[in-house]
């Protein structure tokens, strides 16, 4: 199907469409390449990761859902009740992919059961974020309605949910975690070479190779090591980073000691920001966002945080694994202006339906740009707070190298990690669970830096032509104006408005 819609937009005459157009084609273009290349690979087979998957994703689903009435409720019971049917279907497909030897490799995905463990063990159902919508649902609701729904809720989840989960887990843990492949390399699945090109091109845009991946990372590693050395330099490390690293990673003052003392120092952040966003960004999201914490079922295996347009998700799961100098870079990339911001002003565009996908080389390109942008506007307060920033933008360089690295040339899980754990100051627990993450998601990680790179290369062009009218707030306004783009048209994109506004 998605071949036969490929090949009837190639039969466009593109020099017939307005410039409008011409955008919509060329995002759609890459979609449906993209959706050509999953079906040949069959990407269905492959739907966990060490870092989601489907059973995770829709406990953070209903962590979020609000019920505003009965007929949302009802709908979302009628969800509820269709579990046990997808997650056949899902054990289905992953049955047939691991018998093919398609699927994350076996060492990345240890302990990535114990989520659908504690919904399977669940001795009340109540405490689950299934049942969350239902006790959220606003006073509006005739309170014999609610409890109406409480008691059905508490039905379907007792009778439907946790049985699936219970034989979903049984499939985990007997059928399919012991199968899984033992190589890290996407070189060797199913498609080899080819099957890991076909995911940088999904996730950078770009169709670079392994190789250049690899060697552009090298090179930013290395710039990034010469500005760690100088804030080094200043803490009284000359030359001693992997010094300062382990002071950093041991010592107790750079830690919360109370889950409310991280969230506060989150908000810190997203408040020091609001007094800087006029002079960085022209438009602003109406919707506004909420701190919140990670859902106790993902916690453990989740990342440190995670921003959307209504909240901020920040993980207070391991204390000692949350840096505070790493805090207010996070905060940024996943708040505002990173995620929360930036795909609030996304959803108020008028977009057709597919321009509302997320596309992962801008949307976390944008987030890691605004990490270093955090400097510009003095939001690292602290060297420390400076080398939590090099430390981040080092660990998105850091992939460049260990995902081809690990895919295509060769490298092994423990050089991966080394090569992390040497390079920066992020936790040890973030080590493994971040290079288990590049393993059972090939190509994902390269979005990032990939994106960033294109984002300051454009800025720079803007600021080399431009000179003195050079306005930071209209680039981003321009960066940020078209929603989620592929790389290429975000570049042609802004190169027009750099020629406007030379003019």
């Given at each position: 199907?998605?071949?036969k819609?490929?090949?009837?937009?190639?039969?466009?005459?593109t020099?017939?469409?307005?410039?409008?157009?011409?955008?919509?084609?060329?995002?759609?273009?890459?979609?449906?390449?993209?959706?050509?290349?999953?079906?040949?690979?069959?990407?269905?087979?492959?739907p966990?990761?060490?870092?989601?998957?489907?059973?995770?994703?829709?406990?953070?689903?209903?962590?979020?859902?609000?019920?505003?009435?009965?007929?949302?409720?009802r709908?979302?019971?009628r969800?509820l009740?269709?579990?046990?049917?997808?997650?056949?279907?899902?054990?289905?497909?992953?049955?047939a992919?691991?018998?093919?030897?398609?699927?994350?490799?076996?060492?990345?995905?240890?302990?990535?059961?114990?989520?659908?463990?504690?919904?399977?063990?669940?001795?009340?159902v109540t405490?689950?974020s299934?049942?969350?919508?239902?006790?959220?649902?606003?006073?509006?609701?005739?309170?014999?309605?609610?409890?109406e729904?409480h008691?059905?809720?508490?039905?379907?989840l007792?009778?439907?949910v946790?049985?699936?989960?219970?034989?979903?887990?049984?499939?985990?843990?007997?059928?399919?975690?012991?199968?899984?492949?033992?190589s890290i390399?996407?070189?060797?699945?199913?498609?080899?070479?080819e099957?890991?090109?076909?995911?940088?091109r999904?996730?950078?845009?770009?169709?670079?190779s392994?190789?250049?991946?690899?060697?552009?990372?090298?090179v930013e590693?290395?710039?990034?090591?010469?500005?760690?050395?100088?804030?080094?330099?200043?803490?009284?490390?000359?030359?001693?980073?992997?010094?300062?690293?382990?002071?950093?990673?041991?010592?107790?003052?750079?830690?919360?000691?109370?889950?409310?003392q991280?969230?506060?120092?989150?908000?810190y952040?997203?408040?020091?920001?609001?007094?800087?966003?006029?002079?960085?960004?022209?438009?602003?999201?109406?919707?506004?966002?909420?701190?919140?914490?990670?859902?106790?079922?993902?916690?453990k295996?989740?990342?440190?945080?995670?921003?959307?347009?209504?909240?901020?998700?920040?993980?207070?799961?391991?204390?000692?694994?949350?840096?505070?100098?790493?805090?207010?870079?996070?905060?940024?990339?996943?708040?505002?202006?990173?995620?929360?911001?930036?795909?609030?002003?996304?959803?108020?565009?008028?977009?057709k339906?597919?321009?509302?996908l997320?596309i992962?080389?801008?949307?976390?390109?944008?987030?890691?740009?605004t990490?270093?942008?955090?400097?510009?506007?003095?939001?690292?307060?602290?060297?420390?707070?400076?080398?939590?920033?090099?430390?981040?933008?080092?660990?998105?360089?850091?992939?460049?190298?260990?995902?081809?690295?690990?895919?295509?040339?060769g490298?092994?899980?423990?050089?991966?990690?080394?090569?992390?754990?040497?390079?920066?100051?992020?936790?040890?627990?973030?080590?493994v669970?971040?290079?288990?993450?590049?393993?059972?998601w090939?190509?994902q990680?390269?979005?990032?830096?990939?994106?960033?790179?294109?984002?300051?290369?454009?800025?720079?062009?803007?600021?080399?032509?431009?000179?003195?009218?050079?306005?930071?707030?209209?680039?981003h306004?321009?960066?940020?104006?078209?929603?989620?783009?592929?790389?290429?048209?975000?570049?042609?994109?802004v190169?027009?408005?750099?020629?406007?506004?030379?003019?």
């Open positions: 199907m998605w071949e819609t490929l090949g009837e937009l190639d039969a466009l005459r020099a017939d469409l307005s410039a409008d157009e011409k955008v919509d084609f060329d995002v759609y273009h890459q979609q449906l390449s993209t959706l050509v290349e999953a079906q040949r690979n069959r990407m269905w087979e492959r966990a990761t060490a870092d989601s998957a489907f059973w995770r994703s829709m406990a953070f689903d209903a962590y979020r859902l609000v019920l505003e009435d009965a007929e949302s409720a709908a979302y019971l969800m009740a269709n579990i046990p049917r997808y997650f056949d279907q899902q054990i289905e497909n992953m049955r992919g691991v018998a093919r030897g398609f699927g994350p490799a076996r060492v990345c995905m240890s302990g990535r059961e114990e989520p659908v463990r504690v919904i399977a063990e669940a001795e009340d405490e689950l299934f049942f969350g919508p239902f006790s959220r649902m606003p006073a509006v609701v005739p309170e014999h309605v609610r409890t729904f008691e059905a809720a508490a039905r379907v007792s009778a439907e946790v049985p699936a989960y219970r034989k979903l887990l049984e499939f985990l843990t007997t059928e399919y975690l012991p199968n899984l492949p033992e390399a996407a070189v060797d699945q199913p498609g080899g070479l099957f890991y090109r076909s995911q940088i999904e996730y950078s845009t770009t169709d670079l392994p190789q250049q991946i690899f060697d552009i990372g090298q590693v290395k710039k990034i090591r010469e500005e760690m050395d100088d804030v080094a330099a200043e803490l009284g490390y000359p030359g001693d980073l992997p010094g300062l690293f382990e002071f950093m990673r041991t010592s107790p003052q750079f830690y919360a000691t109370t889950k409310r991280l969230l506060a120092e989150a908000a952040t997203c408040k020091a920001f609001d007094r800087v966003v006029h002079q960085y960004f022209g438009r602003l999201p109406q919707q506004r966002f909420a701190i919140m914490e990670t859902p106790a079922e993902i916690a295996f989740d990342t440190f945080g995670r921003g959307a347009p209504d909240r901020f998700l920040l993980n207070t799961y391991n204390l000692p694994a949350r840096p505070l100098y790493s805090l207010p870079s996070l905060t940024l990339h996943e708040s505002a202006p990173g995620h929360s911001f930036q795909i609030s002003l996304a959803e108020e565009l008028e977009l339906d597919f321009r509302r997320y992962s080389a801008f949307g976390e390109g944008w987030g890691l740009y990490e270093r942008l955090g400097d510009e506007m003095g939001m690292y307060e602290t060297p420390f707070e400076r080398m939590g920033m090099l430390s981040f933008q080092m660990w998105r360089a850091v992939r460049l190298v260990v995902d081809p690295g690990m895919h295509a040339l490298w092994s899980r423990e050089q991966a990690q080394d090569f992390l754990r040497s390079n920066t100051a992020i936790a040890e627990h973030e080590i669970t971040e290079i288990d993450r590049y393993i059972s090939p190509g990680a390269t979005a990032y830096y990939l994106g960033q790179l294109t984002i300051q290369q454009l800025r720079q062009e803007a600021e080399d032509t431009l000179g003195e009218d050079f306005l930071i707030r209209d680039f306004d321009t960066v940020l104006g078209m929603g989620s783009v592929p790389l290429t048209v975000l570049q042609a994109h190169r027009a408005y750099i020629l406007a506004a030379a003019d």
